[in-house]
């Protein structure tokens, strides 16, 4: 942290806990959604390469790749950009808000995904905007109903092997 040896300077996280995120987005998916994009996960193999690293720091790049995935997936681009952007421009308003004695920069570090959201945010988002972005939905009956079955049948299917390839003995 180059930032700890400037004077005064102060280091302020300013993003959503990831684990809030990837709950809420999980929360976000229909359970068609959430296996379609586990399959698209496990079975994708692509590298990137330093050239498409490059090309997605384009602005146009990016906006069309956040647009593709929005298509397929609109509830994870709620999540993971447009609730975020909120996120992160209030922490960047609660930080240049803040009363000090003399003038003062605020820099704020963040993925250029989220610099246009930032912007169009900026004044708009209030206090009590926040909480509900860091609640995490409860689950669904169908999910629950769902956990219940795969734990019962995996419990059986446990007690199942173990009596079957338990230990015999032979009784004359």
Known sequence: FQAKKVPGCIV?????????????????????QTIRFIWHLLT????????EVEKCKQKKMLEDMLEEM??????????FVVERDMYLCHS????????????CRIVGVVGIGHVAGIVEHWGKIKPQDIPPLLQVPPPSLSTRVIRVTVRVACIGALIY?????RPRRWFP
């Open 70 to 79: 929005a298509e397929e997936f609109p509830a994870l681009k709620r999540v």
């Open 92 to 103: 960047l308003q609660v930080a240049a808000l803040q009363p000090r004695r003399e003038p």
């Open 12 to 32: 302020q996280l300013g993003d959503r806990a990831i684990d809030v995120t990837l709950h809420r987005a999980i929360a976000s998916l229909s359970w068609g």
């Open 161 to 165: 092997a173990g009596y079957k390839f």
């Open 44 to 51: 994708s193999n692509q590298t990137i390469s330093l050239e």
